[in-house]
Structures are given as structure tokens and as C-alpha cells.
């Protein structure tokens, strides 16, 4: 399958639908080109990357429509180093987790391992679905993804009912910037910026919520040992001093911020939502309609508008067909690697132009015709 050519009418004009690092749009390099006299190595305590990072937090608040009190919190590291630093500065005693793919799963267990705190109540389900959280009198932070990105299933971001008094932790990662969201129904909404908001790795960020404010500080002055690199007490004190604790990733910041601009000029969070919806549509709808594929995700309210999983019949060599298409450019549409299933995975993000997943479908059917 390998040697097939697809026809240069057909294919897509940016060929990146990674569901890992997002295609990064031309007007970021722009901006990043722009940057270096006066940004790139320079001190990020200097007034030029603080104004950058104070730029941000407030572009971020009004984006996500914040509520009061809210606060941007940034940090080195991404939602890895996080997922540590919440079990170190956010978790009293025990969290619960809903587990329905690899990056919620991964949370769990840095909560379920950490010494000092109880056993995690973790919430399963087949990946493909989604489980459903449950009130816990013991319990004093609920977490889950919003967007699993290994399986492409959605999640709703809410309080649990009965669970008045604790935190709710969302990871964002996937769909910060291409999903709807009301921040009042989390207490902490976290993400790397490389998805949505088509940037780089190096950092994490945070919109918190006075609760979490206060169970930062409040955990921080227990004299619960917290290593300084993870610790969200002293992100938030440099958070609000517009820098970091060490010298950020100021290129994944220039990235970030040309980003906030573009989602500005096409209509804030609705606007980048309005496009991922339109863009996961045209594959969920080829999909339904193909006699040879399936969303895997199979309730329509549980399929996700940035990440979208398209099993194949036994008869369609998914891997093969991943690889015709990366020889002609069509990059990163391979499963998530753990899952092992007979599928493409497809991202949608905001940065993604939804013309060149209409055509991407169209390379996917020139390749079925000619092989199965």
C-alpha cells in the first residue's frame, strides 16, 4: 500500500493532524521570527517576557470568560510535572480519578502512589465510553480529563452532586482552546499548550479557582514536604509577579500568545469550538456513512470534537493505510500506540483547517478504492 501515490489535487494543503504536538500555524513562526531581537535570550525576570506572561494570564481570562476571583496560574513542565505537583499541593487526603483512557489513568496513579495520601478511589471504564463520578464523603478532590486523547472520548466538565466543600481538577490538556467549557464548574483547569492552542511543550497552566487558592496555600503551610519545582505555592506567588520559578519555555509562550490573538480575531472560545466541531463532524458523518469504517466512540454525545477515532473493517489494514498516507504527507494519523486497535486517529484542533479534513477524507477513500 505503501507505493501508492495520491494525486496532488486530493491531498490536504497542511498535511499535520497529530493528536500530539498541533500543527502550528504560519502567523506563530511569524511571531516568533518577530520575537527574537528583543525576547528570545533574555532574562525572563526583565520587564520584556514579563509583559509577555502578564499578556497571557489576562488573554486567558477573558478567553475562557473567567469567573471572579479566578486566577492564571503557569508553571515549568507540562501536564506531567502537574498531575505531580497536584498530588503534592492539591490533594488533602484522597482524590478520586475517572479512568477512561491513558492520561487519566496516569493521574490515578500519581495520586494512588504518593505516600502521604490514602488510596485512590479510581473509576474505570472500557476504553471508547466514559464512567461516571460518584460523591465520596471521604473523598476532597475529583478528577478526569475533559478530552481523553488516547481514545477520543469527550467528558462533561462538572461538579459532582453531594460533593460540596471539595476541589474539582480538570485536565485540559486536549481540550483547553477547542471545547466549551464554564470554569465555575471546576475548581482547577489545566492544559499544555500544544493542542489547541497549536504551541510547544515546557509549560503548564492553570486557571484556579479561590478554593484552590486556598488549598495551594493551605497545604503549603502544613509542613507537607514539597519538592520546589512542583510545588503550586510558589507558581502561584510567580504566577502573580507575571514570570516562573526558572526561566520558562519563552518560544511555546511568543506561540501561545499569537494563538490567543488569531482565537480573538475568529471569536474567542466559540469561535476555535465552532471550527473543531465542524472539523470532527466531517469524519464522524464519513465514517457513519462508510461501509468499510466506524466512529469507535459509538454514543454521539461521548465523541469528541478534537480528537476523533475511526475504527476499520478486519478487511482494511488500518497501519498500512496510516503509513500510504504519511509517504504522501498526511502526518500522525496513526492510533494511540496502547490502544491497539484497527483505526485512524485524527486531531481537529482549532489550528486545523476544517478544508483540509474534508480532504484528508478524500485521500482516505482514493486509498480504499485502489487497496484493501
Known amino acids: 500500500m505503501s507505493a501508492l501515490e495520491i494525486p496532488a489535487d486530493l491531498l490536504p494543503a497542511d498535511g499535520r493532524f497529530g493528536a500530539g504536538p498541533s500543527k502550528v500555524r504560519d502567523g506563530q513562526l511569524d511571531a516568533l521570527a518577530a520575537a527574537q531581537p528583543g525576547l528570545l535570550g533574555t532574562s525572563h525576570r526583565q520587564s520584556a517576557v514579563k509583559s509577555l506572561v502578564g499578556g497571557i494570564r489576562e488573554k486567558l481570562e477573558r478567553f475562557f470568560s473567567a469567573p471572579e476571583g479566578y486566577e492564571v496560574v503557569l508553571g515549568n513542565g507540562g501536564a506531567t510535572a502537574f498531575w505531580d505537583a497536584a498530588a503534592f499541593g492539591l490533594v488533602e487526603r484522597k482524590a478520586q480519578h475517572l479512568s477512561f483512557g491513558e492520561f487519566g489513568a496516569k493521574f490515578a ?9 490514602e488510596a485512590s478511589d479510581v473509576i474505570s471504564s472500557e476504553p471508547g465510553t466514559r464512567p461516571v463520578p460518584r460523591a465520596a464523603a471521604d473523598v476532597d478532590a475529583y478528577a478526569w480529563p475533559q478530552n481523553e486523547t488516547s481514545t477520543g472520548v469527550v467528558a ?37 499548550p500544544q493542542k489547541n492552542f497549536a504551541s510547544d511543550g515546557g509549560l503548564w497552566l492553570a486557571l484556579v479557582s479561590p478554593s484552590a487558592v486556598e488549598r495551594i496555600e ?11 519545582f512542583l510545588s503550586l505555592k510558589t507558581a502561584l506567588d510567580n504566577s502573580r509577579k507575571d514570570q516562573t520559578y526558572n526561566t520558562p519555555a519563552l518560544a511555546t509562550l511568543v506561540t501561545l500568545d499569537a494563538q490567543l490573538d488569531w482565537f480573538e480575531q475568529i471569536g474567542g472560545l466559540a469561535g476555535a469550538a465552532e471550527r473543531t466541531a465542524r472539523s470532527s463532524g466531517l469524519v464522524y458523518a464519513w465514517a457513519e456513512q462508510h461501509e468499510l469504517a466506524t466512529p469507535f466512540v459509538r454514543r454521539p454525545e461521548e465523541r469528541s470534537p478534537v480528537i476523533a477515532t475511526v475504527d476499520f473493517d478486519e478487511s482494511v489494514d488500518a497501519a498500512a493505510l496510516a503509513s500510504t498516507l504519511r509517504a504522501n504527507g498526511v502526518l500522525d494519523v496513526e492510533p494511540y ?9 485524527i486531531a481537529t484542533f482549532a489550528a486545523i483547517e476544517p478544508s483540509d479534513v474534508a ?14
Open 156 to 192: 462533561e466538565v462538572s461538579r459532582v452532586p453531594g460533593a460540596e466543600g471539595t476541589l474539582h481538577l480538570t485536565d485540559a490538556t486536549s481540550a483547553a482552546g477547542g471545547v466549551p467549557v464554564d470554569l465555575a464548574q471546576t475548581d482547577v483547569y489545566y492544559f499544555s
Open 218 to 228: 493551605s497545604i503549603a503551610a502544613s509542613g507537607r514536604w514539597i519538592p520546589d
Open 109 to 117: 496513579k500519581a495520586t494512588d502512589s504518593a505516600p502521604f495520601l
Open 337 to 345: 500506540r496502547k490502544l491497539g486497535r484497527n483505526q485512524l486517529r
Open 359 to 372: 480532504a484528508l477524507l478524500r485521500c482516505v477513500d482514493y486509498v480504499l478504492e485502489r487497496v484493501r
